[in-house]
């Protein structure tokens, strides 16, 4: 065996690993060589001697592109970090320029995730980089975590859920550190009557329209991103995306469920209500569990962290 990693040390080349990241990031091997100004077949001979070096199958190729393997997901987590720490050796002994920096996310609708998000791209010291922010379904987060398509996701537990997703994330190879804990409160049109109280109780809803994100066809309640997801209601909407969810709210007087951090600078037409349940909400993010956290990845958790700690909001971890 160890003959076999000193080998793989000898025959993999730095090259070979960044080739194999952007294919693995675009999912396309023509797409990754444009990106990096060589030619298809150059990127497919190396990624083929690659495999070859580590006698391991990386990718599928089809004609829809190319996917990571099973081992080809855990092989992308230690590229990433030999190639940034390659890169950072670069920069601090031999001068070299930041290079094109990669990061991609996927999250449950969270402004304050968009926030960090931004605070991150503004505090990028690199000409070019190649960022991703994928606000989408519970289900597609932890797949896309998986599958390496974004190497963090953000999401919510609680009492009612966790039993569900935690074995969803030991299944998957993933973990999730937990970020803050907040009570449910509701968000609503700055309009709306329940706007000015101090405090609201679900009998207060019962005649608002109910907003849900849709969850697919996974839409088990297990993987609603709201709490109180079985509770029967007069009035459900489920959209897709948080700019409807707010038009809603402000033409139909509807609320949904959610931490009470909203930025004022995504749409000031919204506020936070406080809901008086006995219910606590767990944010955090999961991660791969065999793989550390590139520093881009670490960036971006810190500036969540920031943002957080800007609203009050003590931290868990």
Do not use: C
């Amino acid at each position: 065996m160890a003959q076999d990693g000193m080998h793989m040390t000898r025959g993999v080349t730095l090259q070979q690993l960044r080739y194999f990241v952007e294919v693995a990031v675009e999912g396309s091997i023509s797409a990754a060589a444009d990106l990096l100004y060589v030619s298809q077949p150059t990127v497919s001979a190396a990624l083929k001697e690659l495999e070859n070096r580590t006698g391991r199958a990386l990718l599928v190729r089809s004609a829809r592109g190319a996917t990571l393997t099973e081992e080809g997901v855990e092989f992308l987590g230690y590229a990433r970090q030999v190639i940034e720490q390659a890169e950072l050796l670069e920069q601090k002994y031999l001068g070299r320029a930041p290079s094109r920096r990669l990061l991609a996310v996927s999250t449950q609708h969270y402004s304050f995730v968009v926030d960090a998000f931004v605070r991150m791209v503004r505090a990028t010291d690199a000409d070019e980089y190649a960022f991703s922010l994928r606000e989408t379904r519970t289900w597609d987060i932890i797949e896309d975590v998986r599958t390496m398509r974004s190497e963090l996701g953000v999401l919510y537990r609680n009492d009612f859920n966790s039993k569900v997703i935690d074995k969803l994330l030991r299944e998957s190879g993933l973990v999730f550190t937990p970020l803050f804990r907040a009570d449910p409160h509701i968000f609503v049109a700055r309009t709306n009557p329940l706007a000015g109280r101090e405090r609201v109780t679900l009998e207060d809803l019962a005649e608002l329209p109910r907003l849900t994100f849709d969850q697919g066809s996974n839409n088990s309640f297990y993987f609603a991103e709201e709490i109180l997801s079985t509770r029967t209601v007069k009035q459900d909407i489920r959209v897709s995306d948080r700019a409807t969810i707010f038009n809603l709210m402000i033409g139909l007087g509807g609320y949904t469920i959610s931490t009470g951090l909203i930025s004022g600078e995504m749409d000031p037409s919204i506020v936070a209500v406080p809901l008086d349940v006995d219910e606590r909400i767990e944010i955090g993010w999961i991660s791969h569990a065999v793989a550390s956290l590139t520093a881009q990845a670490q960036r971006f958790v810190d500036e969540m962290r920031g943002v957080v700690e800007g609203y009050g909001v003590s931290l868990l971890t």
